[in-house]
């Protein structure tokens, strides 16, 4: 008896048809996995050029970083650990005609706070600090504080008080080596011993304001200038020519080393004609007279 064989599949018999069906079906899948056109050459020549641009693009940037602008950036970051101080120079003596000074320069001292580096400190040792300042210069702490967070403050430097005393800075200076942040800052000031019978005559200096500044820009922030008088006239005469220091400080704000001092170059001294103690009787004179 003739035996009959079967594909088994999904428990039915698979005809020929089926055979014949699913190998087209493969077929066209096959076709279906290929790319149907070919890109042009003129697309791969205009992502060719697309890329090579943007190539250029960075390699020029890269070249503008290092060279156009490395000096920049280099002096950008010494600026975080040089600083340089400038050192006024001391106005020249104004003589009577026999070299009498009628104007005397004499040393002061200003107690300066630098924010950044006063704020490195401890949140204890910050306390500490203001609580000793304000003892010292008979400053409110709050007054200080409140001055602290002000955003206006030039350069983040904040001088507490001019003018101190002797006793003060001496104070000071026994506690200032455990303050970070806090300085003493030398300068010179104007002193008018004859201020009554000269004034008229001599005028007076005061501080470089934000305009002057402006309209010129060789002046220090802490320069002084004439304002009135001979102090005003023979301005460009009497004031000498500013030094510096530069220093290298830590990341704390912190002097490590001295790099460079330059001192300063006193002013010209002016001699007149006028005689003091004849110019003061005179005064004396005429202000009796008026007085009665």
Same mark, same amino acid.
């Given at each position: 008896?003739?035996?009959?064989?079967?594909?088994?599949?999904?428990?039915?018999?698979?005809?020929?048809?089926?055979?014949?069906?699913?190998?087209?079906?493969?077929?066209?899948?096959?076709?279906?996995?290929?790319?149907?056109?070919?890109?042009?050459?003129?697309?791969?020549?205009?992502?060719?050029?697309?890329?090579?641009?943007?190539?250029?693009?960075?390699?020029?940037?890269?070249?503008?970083?290092?060279?156009?602008?490395?000096?920049?950036?280099?002096?950008?970051?010494?600026?975080?650990?040089?600083?340089?101080?400038?050192?006024?120079?001391?106005?020249?003596?104004?003589?009577?005609?026999?070299?009498?000074?009628?104007?005397?320069?004499?040393?002061?001292?200003?107690?300066?706070?630098?924010?950044?580096?006063?704020?490195?400190?401890? =949140?204890? *040792?910050? %306390? @500490?600090?203001?609580?000793?300042? $304000?003892? &010292?210069?008979?400053?409110? /702490? !709050?007054?200080? #504080?409140?001055?602290?967070?002000?955003?206006?403050?030039?350069?983040?430097?904040?001088?507490?008080?001019?003018?101190?005393?002797?006793?003060?800075?001496?104070?000071?200076?026994?506690?200032?080596?455990?303050?970070?942040?806090?300085?003493?800052?030398?300068?010179?000031?104007?002193?008018?011993?004859?201020?009554?019978?000269?004034?008229?005559?001599?005028?007076?200096?005061?501080?470089?304001?934000?305009?002057?500044?402006?309209?010129?820009?060789?002046?220090?922030?802490?320069?002084?200038?004439?304002?009135?008088?001979?102090?005003?006239?023979?301005?460009?005469?009497?004031?000498?020519?500013?030094?510096?220091?530069?220093?290298?400080?830590?990341?704390?704000?912190?002097?490590?080393? =001295?790099? *460079?001092? %330059? @001192?300063?170059?006193?002013?010209? $001294?002016? &001699?007149?004609?006028?005689? /003091? !103690?004849?110019? #003061?009787?005179?005064?004396?004179?005429?202000?009796?007279?008026?007085?009665?």
């Amino acid at each position: 008896m003739e035996k009959k064989y079967y594909i088994k599949n999904n428990s039915h018999s698979l005809e020929a048809e089926e055979v014949f069906l699913d190998a087209k079906a493969l077929e066209s899948l096959e076709e279906k996995g290929k790319l149907e056109k070919k890109i042009s050459r003129k697309k791969f020549s205009i992502l060719y050029i697309i890329m090579l641009l943007g190539f250029v693009f960075l390699l020029l940037r890269v070249g503008q970083l290092q060279i156009v602008k490395g000096e920049y950036y280099k002096k950008l970051a010494i600026g975080n650990i040089i600083r340089e101080y400038p050192i006024c120079a001391p106005r020249g003596i104004i003589y009577d005609r026999n070299k009498t000074p009628l104007v005397y320069n004499v040393v002061d001292f200003s107690l300066v706070l630098d924010k950044d580096s006063f704020l490195s400190n401890s =949140k204890e *040792k910050r %306390e @500490e600090i203001l609580e000793q300042l $304000s003892s &010292i210069i008979k400053k409110p /702490k !709050d007054e200080i #504080i409140a001055t602290l967070e002000n955003k206006k403050l030039e350069n983040n430097i904040l001088v507490l008080k001019d003018n101190l005393k002797k006793e003060q800075v001496l104070i000071i200076q026994s506690y200032i080596k455990n303050w970070n942040g806090v300085y003493l800052k030398k300068k010179i000031k104007r002193d008018y011993q004859f201020s009554p019978y000269f004034s008229h005559i001599l005028g007076y200096v005061s501080k470089v304001s934000k305009k002057d500044l402006e309209d010129n820009p060789s002046y220090n922030p802490e320069d002084y200038i004439g304002r009135t008088g001979l102090e005003l006239f023979y301005d460009k005469w009497l004031r000498g020519k500013n030094g510096k220091e530069i220093m290298e400080v830590n990341s704390v704000g912190k002097i490590v080393k =001295k790099l *460079k001092h %330059e @001192e300063p170059i006193p002013g010209n $001294s002016l &001699i007149l004609n006028i005689d /003091k !103690d004849l110019q #003061i009787k005179l005064y004396d004179s005429l202000k009796k007279y008026a007085d009665k």
